[in-house]
């Protein structure tokens, strides 16, 4: 078939490579130079109206939609208006990850476990609240952040320093939250409707630093599978997932897309950290490259209401990602830093998260810069693959985690 997908980075790089590698034709915009290895890049504007027309000129039979931005401007709804089938929530349906306070109410509505919570539209409201809490605290921005809009304090002060920056913007929302522990796991989920299918559980590395210190990120690095708990995936099923998806129904919302479940394991059971409506990035880089079913297939079946959780099969081998992210990131990453690539081999890919070419240099274009994956049959050799084809790139002053996987004892195999 004939797939457009929509973004331009890391994410949408491994979607249209999970699409291509099943002889699928994927058109993409507005794409990047990686993504140009898999796909016919389209220049076009991104609103969502002109990109639903655009579909329809060029004959996609699906169109799969990358960021979370392009799903709160309506791009599923404005496809759906001209009978083009469109993966991912509608714009309602995707405020489950645009609208944090509402997902919070939605979670307590529907029972879903999370932590204790309150959301503010006051400032002064929720500066007082905060001074009333006990650190360490969490304090989200309510509104789309790219994953990077939330703050761990360690003191009621550095809560309400947090505050204070997210009620500059006009309209905004704050939620605060209770501090959960335990270890961190992501579950993405195909769906339509109430059926789904779970792809293996993965880990991402939120802070920029070592250790799990300095300022959140979109994520420096990620491993799958994540090893659960025997039973463990089957509360997380019954929990979370399956309430989630009933409740969205029951609320006249039906789910179609993908649901980011971030889960925190913590001593009472795994809870929500968070929902996002759509593939996490770098999880895509590091779980689709595991997939050996046809993402496009299942994609266009949910979109008709008939997906088949049966048929979505994953190898049963490991896969890690490292990120390398420009110097400066992720407050003010520089820019047109020349980039040379190295065969990735059979077990690699370098996905492009945010580069562009000048004259036919590879230069960045953005903080998270590469995703580069490996596959192999267990994790200590994925992360060693990974972290080798990471230092074979020539990418001057690239920012790398090199703790990926530490907090489940993972190590790079050398060999």
């Known amino acids: 078939m004939r797939v457009l997908v929509i973004g331009g980075g890391g994410r949408e790089h491994a979607i249209a490579h999970a699409c291509a590698r099943h002889g699928h034709e994927v058109l993409c915009t507005p794409g990047n130079p990686g993504i140009a290895a898999h796909a016919r890049l389209i220049d076009s504007p991104q609103d969502a109206p002109t990109l639903a027309r655009l579909a329809q000129r060029e004959g996609a039979d699906l169109v799969i939609v990358g960021p979370e931005a392009y799903l709160a ?11 083009i089938p469109a993966f991912g929530p509608t714009r309602a349906a995707s405020r489950l990850e645009g609208d944090k306070a509402w997902s919070k109410a939605f979670m307590g509505r529907h029972g879903i476990p999370t932590a204790a919570h309150h959301a503010f539209s006051d400032l002064q ?3 007082d609240h905060a001074a ?12 789309l952040k790219a994953g ?60 920029i630093h070592e250790g799990d210190t300095g300022p959140m990120t979109g994520g420096m690095g990620v491993i799958c599978p994540f090893p659960l708990e025997p039973g463990v995936l089957d509360v997380i099923r019954r929990d979370i997932i399956e309430p989630t998806l009933r409740g969205m129904t029951e609320e006249g919302l039906p789910y179609t897309g993908v649901l980011y479940a971030g889960l925190m394991l913590t001593p009472t059971g795994p809870k929500v950290v968070e929902f996002n409506a759509r593939f996490g990035d770098p999880e895509a880089e590091t779980v689709l490259p595991l997939l050996t079913s046809d993402l496009a297939q299942h994609a266009l079946d949910a979109t008709r209401g008939q997906l088949d959780p049966t048929h979505v ?18 407050a003010e990453p520089h820019k047109d830093i020349p980039i040379t690539l190295p065969d990735p ?3 690699g890919i370098i996905h492009h998260a945010g580069t562009r070419t000048q004259n036919g240099q590879l230069l960045s274009s953005g903080g998270r810069v590469l995703a580069i994956t490996a596959t192999a049959p267990t994790l200590n050799a994925a992360l060693g693959r990974a972290y080798a084809l990471a230092d074979q790139t020539s990418f001057p002053g690239a920012q790398l985690r090199r703790d990926i996987g530490r907090r489940i004892g993972a190590h790079p195999d050398p060999t």
């Open 345 to 347: 081999g059979p077990h």
């Open 148 to 207: 990077k809009g939330v703050t761990i304090a360690h003191t009621p002060e550095q809560a309400q320093a947090a505050l204070r920056d997210i009620f500059t913007q006009p309209g905004a929302q704050a939620v605060t939250e209770d501090f959960m522990t335990g270890q961190e796991v992501t579950i993405l989920a195909l769906c339509s409707g109430t059926r789904y299918a779970l792809t293996p559980p993965s880990q991402d590395h939120k802070t």
């Open 125 to 127: 409201t929720a500066l």
């Open 73 to 83: 401007a309506g791009l599923v709804d404005e496809c759906a208006a001209l009978g």
């Open 313 to 330: 099969t994953f190898s049963e081998d490991a896969s890690a990602t490292i990120i390398l992210a420009a110097p400066g990131y992720p």
């Open 132 to 143: 009333t809490l006990t650190p360490p605290i969490v304090v989200k921005d309510a509104g």
